[in-house]
């Protein structure tokens, strides 16, 4: 039996990296072209930074992993030309769906369906044992 360890350093990356295409295929069942890549937005001020976005590319989805606008800057459209901008980019790449997963019925949530985002799931007690919408966008 393997001896199971917790990992502190690059191997585990390094062991994902020479079977993930291999990992993929079986899970997925043909053979799945994985080109994942983040890009990280800021919202400029002058030399200020007041907001910032990050978007994960994979398996031609784009998900919102983060945007947050200080609270000083909010509802400037600071926030939503972030998002839009992210359209862009995952329209760039070809992805023709957007998700991010919000705290359910919190504000969150009412700025992203403010912004053509529909709730496609909830996931109950799923962060910090809060309840969990994922939501979603198609892209053109």
């Not at 390094?14 to 937005?41: G, I, K, M, P, S």
């Not at 998900?63 to 839009?84: M, S």
Request: glycine letters at 6%; charged letters at 25%.
């Amino acid at each position: 039996m393997a001896e199971i360890v917790r990992s502190a350093d690059e191997r585990a990356d390094a062991f994902y990296r020479a079977h993930a295409r291999e990992a993929l295929r079986t899970a997925w069942a043909f053979t799945v072209v994985w080109h994942e890549q983040c890009v990280d937005l800021l919202a400029m001020e002058g030399e200020e930074v007041v907001g910032t976005a990050r978007l994960r590319i994979a398996a031609s989805l784009g998900h919102v992993e983060r945007i947050v606008v200080d609270p000083q800057y909010r509802r400037r459209g600071i926030g939503r030309a972030l998002l839009l901008e992210l359209d862009d980019i995952a329209n760039y790449y070809n992805c023709h769906k957007m998700t991010v997963g919000v705290l359910a019925g919190g504000e969150a949530q009412k700025f992203f369906e403010s912004c053509s985002y529909h709730q496609e799931a909830l996931i109950p007690q799923h962060d910090f044992k809060l309840d969990v919408a994922m939501l979603r966008k198609f892209l053109l």
